[in-house]
């Protein structure tokens, strides 16, 4: 798992690929989503879809570890050099997809098995976009749904009303191993 002094990250940088909306180093709920998936494997994880991806660690892991086939969606195609960076360090491949939150459709949710994403409730104007995200993932049949937060107040108004509507649980999760990490797990399972 690299971080930003990894050199090649650093390679992508100086690249010029720069992300605009934090894409710009790894974020740990993805670590904390990874740990939970460890301990609570899905029996469906054919098909993912790595929400908000980022650098892309949690879809790379379930790539890695389960041969699942995983989409990664970011509204930031900027994020892609570097999710190929770690995808090739890790000997996978993940697809990518620019799309935000509110743009995707249960049409595009119909073969997920597994939705997660980490700090994807970060601003004010996520806590629908992402809220509505979830409702299409319920409504299309999505098995399981992880998202991965260090407890912002927006992460918690979106799981509020994401379990009063459809249930799931608020899981406290911790790492404290190599890579030290704490939030909360908002978990849906819809099988």
Same mark, same amino acid.
């Given at each position: ?10 390679a ?41 991806? $980022?650098? $892309?660690?949690?879809g ?42 509110? +743009?995707?459709? +249960?049409? %595009?949710? +119909? ?23 979830? %409702? ?6 999505? $098995?399981?749904?992880?998202?991965? %937060? ?14 009063? +509507?459809? $249930? ?11 890579v030290?990490?704490?939030?909360a ?5 819809n099988?």
């Amino acid at each position: 798992m690299p971080y930003a002094s990894h050199a090649c990250i650093r390679a992508v940088k100086r690249a010029g690929h720069e992300p605009s909306i934090h894409g710009t180093k790894l974020w740990k709920s993805s670590c904390l989503i990874i740990d939970y998936l460890k301990k609570n494997t899905p029996a469906r994880r054919q098909r993912i879809l790595d929400a908000g991806c $980022g650098w $892309g660690i949690t879809g790379i892991w379930c790539a890695q570890q389960w041969g699942s086939e995983v989409v990664s969606m970011d509204a930031d195609p900027a994020v892609f050099p570097y999710l190929d960076a770690v995808a090739a360090l890790n000997g996978v491949s993940t697809t990518p997809w620019v799309q935000r939150f509110e +743009k995707v459709q +249960k049409k %595009d949710l +119909k073969q997920t098995d597994i939705l997660f994403g980490g700090d994807i409730c970060f601003w004010d104007e996520l806590v629908k976009p992402v809220g509505t995200m979830i %409702d299409r993932a319920i409504d299309a049949g999505v $098995g399981t749904i992880v998202i991965g %937060d260090p407890e912002r107040p927006t992460f918690h108004q979106m799981a509020e009303k994401v379990i009063q +509507k459809h $249930g799931g649980e608020l899981l406290n999760w911790r790492l404290t191993g190599s890579v030290k990490a704490t939030g909360a797990l908002l978990v849906i399972h819809n099988d």
